[in-house]
């Protein structure tokens, strides 16, 4: 055995060690008080841990809250062993905001939960999220928020974590309820805002510190202002300040006069903001207010150009632009996004200098973008799904092709957290047929990284769409795919429903091939449930209608799906011949991941049957290839054969490692059954390692988790293992009904224990 190998049982690898932290931020100047009374509020005076477990950072938009709250993280980041949790909460964009039950379910997944487990209720998901962080020290970072409902549940409570909250209000009820200090962050003093400027316009050198303190003046001495003209400076490095100075006190007259007086602070930015625009080449410009159409938090540049309906190459120098007047960030290479007073202003200037039927259009086109862009990547994420049928895009759009698998990869994952507003953006607009096209050719390019809970409410998006358009078909393939996402994360009776309303629509519409797809994935939910006569006769119905219509790809994975039920039967003998023969169809196909599928099965067959050096073998290369695909879910999966080759073959410092990897993975993909098989596996090993102890907590969490998920085989299994009287009895009792061979043994293993 390995020395030292520990598997986790609190969810406490350094997978589940969140370092959620956006980057420092760059050429940050002054607020030396502010950085020091966040280190008393963390410390005290003496050192020691205080109970004050909330700060509120407050204050006018363009003070620079969320700068600070970064820039003290950073520094204090090493106090905070067990991880740091951030969300941007858009209180303040345009856009929908982030609410505190979709915060939750982030913070919940990035701590270990897996999302099949998180509560339905608001109020019980922020009690199980409090109660993880109870014995932890960590730093939650809630940036943007515009109402104490979108904080209160994410705050942390009373211990050992400090959540650091910035927002334009007060949000006194915090301070009142939760004991919240409070920040006010006001406008930089003189010298701290020509000093801002300074280091911002390094480069001119020359310029008159009284000159400086007018153009900070006129900035409001607000740092993201301030920040914005020193760029407007430096871009024109042989203009003087008082060229500039005289553009910013027109433009401030402007807004002076269509203020009410209330928010001048607001109104000088707004100012800066119009100076800094009204500057920009035309082209640049359009580009800025367009960009406030995007529906996601971040884009890239073929993005901004299906936006604009301009080259990728002219667009990303214009994206350069905007960057270097401070108008847009760049958080990475190749990725851009708004601060949100930004955003909120593109968005104005847009529906004022933008007739409607274009903005129409700049959104349509980056949706376009988005289908035919995800199509193309579909070809390598999912060579052999059905490729759904699509007008071309607009002229002005140029999809991204791919060169490979992982750059269609790398595009999803970067992609990803766009695909939802996207369609909601799509269904707001009235564009129908983009939402439910767009869902259905996102199923298949997800990344093979994300949860399986993430296409669900896309899905049901789509669905909706389908039915509003009376489009049949669509609602068939939309329910079908939905039923599949159900299933990834264990809703077992969801997914059933889901598969038999498809198969009643295309039985209705005559699809002979649809309905055989139907029957497919009924049977797929029957063999999880374990009711295998019904599986095999559903697979059975399916590879006949499949092979008649010549779908030779669809008939070979009905017949896959037969050799698992034969096998989970006890006929390992019936199962091998078919196995052997889709796997050698597999790899002429080139097609890993169904190869790697068929080899997890070969591999549970052969240790069987008594050949686990071959078992071995087979199952390492499964996993190879799920890390080839770079997909999560096989890889998990697929662990669970290699850690039970491991384990019959002399190695279980191994298999333990294996059976964690698969655990770690489960949980963050929301399968709970997998999950609980990991853990299953890992208790057998410490079984046999006599370590009972260990043992026994495993295979007990493993029985309860399949006892709530109601899997009766798993849960009867886990049970044999543990061994006690009283388990072999409950386990006699969930398999009385299974007539297979395989139940039949496991009914006399348990019956001659019992008389041991």
């Known amino acids: ?39 008393a509020i963390l410390t005290g005076a003496h050192g020691d841990p205080r109970m004050i477990s909330v700060c509120v950072i407050a204050g006018t938009p363009g003070a620079g809250k969320t700068s600070l709250a970064l820039r003290w993280a950073h520094q204090a980041q090493d106090r905070f062993p067990d991880g740091q949790l951030h969300v941007n909460l858009r209180g303040y964009d345009p856009g929908e905001p982030v609410a505190a039950e979709e915060a939750l379910h982030r913070f919940l997944t990035a701590l270990g939960v897996p999302p099949g487990a998180i509560p339905r209720d608001a109020d019980a998901a922020a009690a199980l999220y409090r109660s993880l962080l109870s014995d932890r020290r960590m730093l939650v970072l809630l940036d943007n928020a515009a109402t104490v409902a979108q904080v209160r549940p994410l705050l942390p409570g009373k211990g050992r974590c400090l959540a650091i909250v910035t927002s334009r209000s007060r949000l006194s009820s915090l301070a009142v309820r939760d004991g919240a ?72 007259v402007l807004w002076d006069a269509l203020s009410t007086g209330d928010e001048a602070d607001a109104d000088a930015v707004r100012t800066v903001f119009a100076w800094s625009y009204r500057a920009l080449p035309e082209d640049a410009a359009r580009l800025f207010r367009l960009l406030g159409l995007h529906p996601g938090p971040t884009f890239g540049p073929h993005a901004a150009a299906a936006l604009a309906g301009a080259p990728p190459r002219r667009t990303r120098q214009l994206l350069d632009t905007l960057v270097g007047a401070h108008l847009l960030d760049q958080p990475a290479s190749h990725r851009y996004e708004f601060h949100d007073l930004l955003r909120a202003y593109a968005t104005a200037q847009a529906r004022q200098e933008e007739p409607p039927a274009e903005r129409q259009a700049a959104l349509r086109r980056v949706l376009d ?74 199923w298949h390019a997800q990344a093979p990284s994300a949860s399986g809970a993430d296409w669900l409410p896309v899905g049901e998006l789509g669905l909706r769409a389908a039915r509003h358009l009376g489009d049949r078909p669509a609602e068939a393939l939309l329910m079908e795919r939905v039923g599949m996402g159900h299933a990834r994360v264990g809703r077992l009776a969801e997914s059933a429903e889901c598969h038999r309303e498809a198969l009643a629509i295309r039985g209705e519409l005559g699809d002979r091939e649809g309905v055989a797809e139907s029957t497919n994935l009924l049977g797929v939910v029957a063999l999880r449930g374990r009711r295998l006569a019904e599986a095999e006769r559903r697979f059975t119905e399916a590879m006949a209608v499949f092979t008649e219509l010549g779908r030779e790809r669809a008939a070979t994975i009905a017949r896959a799906n037969l050799a698992v039920v034969r096998f989970q039967a006890g006929r390992p003998d019936e199962a091998e011949p078919d196995a052997r023969a889709i796997e050698a169809l597999h790899r002429e196909r080139g097609d890993k991941a169904r190869l790697g599928n068929i080899l997890r099965l070969l591999s549970a067959i052969e240790l069987e049957t008594g050949r686990p050096e071959e078992a071995l073998r087979t199952a390492a290369e499964a996993v190879e290839h799920a890390l080839d695909l770079r997909d999560h879910t096989l890889e998990g999966y697929w662990l669970l054969a290699l850690g039970a080759a491991q384990h019959a073959t002399g190695l279980p410092g191994d298999a333990l490692v294996s059976f ?97």
């Not at 043992?695 to 709530?708: K, P």
């Not at 998920?709 to 009385?736: C, H, K, Q």
């Open 181 to 252: 200090q409070r920040i006010t962050l006001g406008t930089l003093a003189e010298p701290e805002a020509v000093a801002l400027l300074r280091a911002v316009t390094e480069g001119r050198t020359a310029d008159d510190a009284d000159k400086l303190a007018e153009l900070a003046r006129l900035c409001a001495r607000l740092p993201l202002a301030l920040r914005i003209a020193g760029e407007r400076a430096v871009s024109d490095p042989h203009a003087g300040l008082d060229d500039l100075i005289a553009d910013l006190r027109d433009e401030s």
């Open 660 to 756: 964690q990897r698969s655990a770690v993975l489960h949980r963050r993909l929301g399968n709970r059954g997998r999950e609980a098989l990991a853990w299953q596996g890992a208790g057998e090993v410490y079984a046999a390692l006599g370590r009972d102890e260990e043992a026994a907590a495993f295979l007990r969490r493993a029985a309860a988790a399949h006892r709530e998920l109601r899997d009766r085989w798993n849960e009867a299994l886990a049970l044999e293992a543990l061994g006690g009287p009283g388990d072999r009895e409950r386990a006699l009792t969930l398999i009385a009904s299974d007539d297979d061979p395989r139940a039949a043994a496991l009914r006399a293993r348990l019956h001659a224990a019992s008389r041991e």
């Open 369 to 442: 973008w988005y289908l035919h862009t995800a199509d193309a990547a579909q070809e390598w994420l999912a060579p052999g799904g059905d490729r759904l049928p699509l007008d071309p895009p607009d002229e002005a759009v140029t999809p991204m092709a791919f060169r490979d698998y992982d750059q269609a990869v790398d595009w999803s994952e970067r992609e990803h957290a766009n695909f939802l507003p996207a369609v909601r953006a799509a269904e707001a607009a009235g564009l129908v047929p983009h939402t439910w096209r767009l869902a259905a050719v996102l």
């Open 1 to 39: 055995m390995s020395g030292g190998v520990h598997f986790h049982r609190r969810g406490d690898s350094p997978a589940h060690t969140p370092r959620q932290l956006p980057g420092d931020v760059r050429g940050f100047v002054n607020r030396e008080a502010e950085l020091q009374r966040l280190d």
